[in-house]
């Protein structure tokens, strides 16, 4: 997945997009684009070897700014509003009703 995210561009490191064999030094900040969302996070160190997940946090720093995250809450909140997720898509039914419902509450300006 990593890979395929540097070939499309989505991985930066300082204000330079990468390949997926860049060599990474202590104290390069990483940006990600993902989902609209830029993640920048800054390396702390390079571990010895490969870490669980649980331990990655130890080697980096999130510097997401807030407004990042808010736009990240602010897409969760609008998808989820509109249809569960899950529940695929709307049947004839569930069209009609939403039709019936869109006439009802309309205002019709009679003049």
Not at 35 to 48: C, G, M, R, S, T
Not at 59 to 74: G, V
């Amino acid at each position: 997945m990593a890979t395929e995210a540097c070939n499309k561009g989505q991985i930066s490191v300082g204000d330079q997009k990468v390949k997926p064999s860049k060599s990474l030094v202590n104290g390069d900040v990483i940006t990600v684009r993902k989902d609209q969302i830029n993640y920048k996070l800054k390396v702390l160190e390079i571990p010895p070897s490969r870490v669980g997940a649980q331990l990655v946090d130890l080697y980096r720093i999130d510097q997401t700014t807030p407004e990042e995250l808010l736009k990240l809450a602010n897409l969760k909140s609008a998808s989820a509003h509109y249809r569960e997720r899950g529940t695929g898509r709307p049947t004839k039914k569930d069209r009609r009703d939403l039709e019936d419902y869109e006439v009802e509450n309309w205002d019709f300006d009679e003049d």
